[in-house]
């Protein structure tokens, strides 16, 4: 069976093809346009001809893919109207018509780092700016989906990314935490703010304080807040001694080893691909394991 997988979204696009439980390959969209992140014109266009172009040689049988939000050039791929947030209860969802195979945005993170990991079951973190239905979500040993998105950590590092340094440029105010020092104030006023989220205000909270603090500060004290709090919503959910951690807020080093030296997991798993770079992969990985009750041969996460 060849199952192509394709990750529509607003950046980070991507193609893959799966050929009898083997990963063929994964391509971003990034390394054929060689513009960053492919963030550039507001639809899924390019990725859609590639797609196109790629079908046309290979012939798959199946058609995996997740959506979030951009203009799809085929209606046919509307299925994502069908999959509504109160349908989407566990991690084995999905939508079929003829060929196509639909997945959530969060679901395709999710597969992408439990289908490339060692574990057979483990539990899920998904956590990144935004997706269809969901912000953040959590998956248990066994599947099943716990909706997180009052949890809007990776909206609140992409706003203060945004303001200081451009969008998609969370990784440049991580950095950037290493230059901070610890602040009572700042720290205080996050954890207030920040947890519970209030969208609609954040712009103005980030604007009072960037006015009265050194970015290198707040940055520092973001980043031990979002350290906490993240571990705090995992030890209130562990089901697992094995954690998988997905979605662009999976890139974030400092968290991820603060969790590790917490010992609260056996052991961690982290996808290389986590942002929305693996979610062709993710939707094509999910396919081949529900239409075939297997997992890849050849587990490459790197490829």
Same mark, same amino acid.
């Given at each position: 069976m060849k199952i192509l997988g394709i990750g529509f979204t607003n950046h980070d696009q991507s193609v893959c093809l799966i050929e009898d439980e083997k990963i063929i390959f994964n391509i971003e969209l990034e390394r054929i346009t060689r513009i960053k992140h492919a963030l550039y014109n507001g639809n899924n266009e390019d990725v859609y001809k590639i797609a196109k172009s790629i079908s046309k040689e290979y012939k798959p049988d199946i058609i995996a893919y997740s959506f979030l939000g951009q203009v799809l050039q085929d209606k046919k791929f509307d299925l994502y109207n069908i999959a509504t947030k109160d349908k989407i209860k566990d991690?084995?969802? &999905?939508?079929?018509?003829?060929?196509?195979?639909?997945?959530?945005? &969060?679901?395709? &993170?999710a597969s992408y780092a439990l289908f490339t990991s060692p574990f057979k079951r483990s539990d899920i973190l998904v956590y990144d700016g935004s997706g269809l239905n969901f912000s953040s979500v959590f998956f248990n040993r066994d599947g099943?989906?716990?909706?997180?998105?009052?949890?809007?950590?990776?909206?609140?590092?992409?706003?203060?990314?945004?303001?200081?340094?451009?969008?998609?440029?969370?990784?440049?105010?991580m950095g950037l935490s290493a230059y901070g020092k610890e602040n009572a104030e700042i720290y205080n006023l996050l954890k207030r703010r920040m947890f519970p989220f209030e969208e609609k205000k954040i712009s103005k909270f980030f604007e009072k304080i960037l006015n009265r603090f050194e970015l290198k500060d707040i940055a520092y004290n973001l980043q031990r807040v979002s350290e906490e709090e993240t571990l705090k919503i995992l030890k209130e959910r562990k089901t697992s001694d094995f954690l998988c951690l997905s979605g662009g807020v999976a890139l974030n080093g400092y968290i991820n080893k603060y969790i590790e030296d917490s010992k609260l997991y056996k052991e961690i798993y982290i996808p290389p691909a986590c942002n929305d770079s693996g979610l062709a992969l993710g939707a094509a990985l999910h396919a081949n394991y529900i239409l075939n009750n297997k997992r890849v041969k050849n587990n490459i996460a790197f490829i």
């Amino acid at each position: 069976m060849k199952i192509l997988g394709i990750g529509f979204t607003n950046h980070d696009q991507s193609v893959c093809l799966i050929e009898d439980e083997k990963i063929i390959f994964n391509i971003e969209l990034e390394r054929i346009t060689r513009i960053k992140h492919a963030l550039y014109n507001g639809n899924n266009e390019d990725v859609y001809k590639i797609a196109k172009s790629i079908s046309k040689e290979y012939k798959p049988d199946i058609i995996a893919y997740s959506f979030l939000g951009q203009v799809l050039q085929d209606k046919k791929f509307d299925l994502y109207n069908i999959a509504t947030k109160d349908k989407i209860k566990d991690l084995w969802f &999905h939508v079929t018509e003829k060929n196509l195979y639909y997945i959530d945005h &969060h679901q395709a &993170h999710a597969s992408y780092a439990l289908f490339t990991s060692p574990f057979k079951r483990s539990d899920i973190l998904v956590y990144d700016g935004s997706g269809l239905n969901f912000s953040s979500v959590f998956f248990n040993r066994d599947g099943v989906l716990e909706d997180l998105s009052h949890f809007k950590i990776g909206v609140v590092w992409g706003k203060l990314a945004v303001m200081s340094f451009g969008k998609l440029q969370e990784g440049k105010l991580m950095g950037l935490s290493a230059y901070g020092k610890e602040n009572a104030e700042i720290y205080n006023l996050l954890k207030r703010r920040m947890f519970p989220f209030e969208e609609k205000k954040i712009s103005k909270f980030f604007e009072k304080i960037l006015n009265r603090f050194e970015l290198k500060d707040i940055a520092y004290n973001l980043q031990r807040v979002s350290e906490e709090e993240t571990l705090k919503i995992l030890k209130e959910r562990k089901t697992s001694d094995f954690l998988c951690l997905s979605g662009g807020v999976a890139l974030n080093g400092y968290i991820n080893k603060y969790i590790e030296d917490s010992k609260l997991y056996k052991e961690i798993y982290i996808p290389p691909a986590c942002n929305d770079s693996g979610l062709a992969l993710g939707a094509a990985l999910h396919a081949n394991y529900i239409l075939n009750n297997k997992r890849v041969k050849n587990n490459i996460a790197f490829i």
